[in-house]
């Protein structure tokens, strides 16, 4: 049996709220059978993942 997934980096998570959850959505609604998650580790995904829960801690 085949299966088919979608990947998604870790970084669009945050930059890409709105794609995210869009693709977390066709996965629940069986359009993919898994979402593959690729974490970005570097110094800069670190400064990136504070500004952007400071913004949405702020409401922005």
Known sequence: ???FGINLNSIDL???PI???Q???AVCD???D???LHARMTPE???DIFVKMKEQDEGG
């Open 19 to 21: 794609l995210a959850k």
């Open 34 to 36: 898994f979402v593959q």
């Open 30 to 32: 069986t359009a993919f």
């Open 45 to 47: 995904f670190y400064d």
């Open 1 to 3: 049996m085949r299966r």
């Open 14 to 16: 945050l930059k890409k």
């Open 23 to 25: 693709i977390l959505r």
